[in-house]
T-cell receptor
């Protein structure tokens, strides 16, 4: 059974803390994504990666960075968490190259609360 | 710029009723791809369908059907004989690249099917 696993379902952090959200996929996918989901706004793309050590900014990269040292793992980093980063964060992956149908496989999400 | 609008924030129907979820999109590209995803209470988005801009044929999959109309820039989703298990948040999304590396999502429609 294919799977995208996010390390934490729920996190509570304080303003100014450094936060790491981890995502692992077992499908050998080239592409990995981080989205945030907010009520009334749908999902918005933060960053995506199309290969190890490669990344591209999405629509809302400010305040975030990412790391992809291994193909199966994609980390989202909040260098200094702020209350407006309280949200649901969703990781996804997809095939690259000619096998890519555009279908994204999602994890269950990480709900982050910043106090 | 691309945009996807799902004007229906919430819909509630009784089981066995038919229900249509609306999706209107904006894009300047002549080639684009439209998607529907389902997000059940567990949180994990599940791919339902992809349609490219050159294929205006309607699609039917069991109780699900999709109506793509380029003339009105709409890609509506109908569930026939709804069931309680159809309760979820449904997202329509648009991509200008076949690999969907930069999906633009609508705001989502929360569908509740009451027994």
């Amino acid at each position: 059974d294919v799977k995208v696993t996010q390390s934490s379902r729920y996190l509570v952090k304080r303003t100014g803390e450094k936060v790491f959200l981890e995502c692992v996929q077992d499908m050998d996918h080239e592409n990995m994504f981080w989205y945030r989901q907010d009520p009334g706004l749908g999902l918005r793309l933060i960053y995506f990666s199309y290969d190890v050590k490669m990344k591209e900014k999405g629509d809302i990269p400010e305040g975030y960075s990412v790391s992809r040292e291994k193909k199966e793992r994609f980390s989202l980093i909040l260098e200094s968490a702020s209350t407006n980063q309280t949200s649901m964060y969703l990781c996804a992956s997809s095939r690259g190259g000619t096998g890519n149908t555009g279908e994204l496989f999602f994890g269950e999400g990480s709900r982050l609360t910043v106090l | 710029a691309q945009k996807v609008t799902q004007a229906q924030t919430e819909i509630s129907v009784v089981e066995k009723e038919d229900v249509t979820l609306d999706c209107v999109y904006e894009t300047r590209d002549t080639t684009y791809y439209l998607f529907w995803y389902k997000q059940p209470p567990s949180g994990e988005l599940v791919f339902l369908i992809r349609r490219n801009s050159f294929d205006e044929q309607n699609e039917i999959s069991g109780r699900y059907s999709w109506n793509f109309q380029k003339s009105t820039s709409s890609f509506n989703f109908t569930i026939t004989a709804s069931q309680v298990v159809d309760s979820a948040v449904y997202f329509c999304a648009l991509s200008e690249d076949e690999g969907a590396q930069k999906l633009v999502f609508g705001q989502g429609t929360r569908l509740t099917i009451n027994p």
